[in-house]
Structures are given as C-alpha cells and as structure tokens.
C-alpha cells in the first residue's frame, strides 16, 4: 500500500508519482491538512494548490497514535 506520493502541475497537466520524495535538505515552506477518505482524494485535491505548478508537494498520511 502507497503511503505517500508527489504531486505536480505542469500546463494544466497534473501527475503522480510514488517518489522520489522531496530531499532532506529541502525546508518546509508550509504544510496544509485536509480530511479525506484516501490518499488518492488527497492527492487530486494537492493538484489544485498553486503552489503544484512551482515545486512538487509531496502528500502524506497523518497517523493517530
């Protein structure tokens, strides 16, 4: 099961990949969390942010403990 994916979008064009991940370098800029049933609701939604036309949003399951 896909726990995790990138999102982009490119001319209007939305992908997904299973990787690879943003590098642990990389800095958060923001985060945004939304309530959906799946990671695939998710990541559609992910695809309408601005910010997927400029960098890839990597999209992420929230675990309660």
Wanted: glycine content about 12%.
């Amino acid at each position: 099961m896909v726990e995790a994916t990138v999102v982009r979008t490119h001319e209007g064009a939305t992908t997904r990949t299973d990787g690879p991940f943003t590098e642990g370098q990389d800095f958060v800029g923001g985060y945004y969390l939304i309530e959906c049933g799946h990671l695939e609701r998710a990541a559609e939604l992910a695809g309408r942010f601005v910010e997927a036309r400029f960098a890839p949003i990597e999209v992420r399951a929230l675990v309660h403990g």
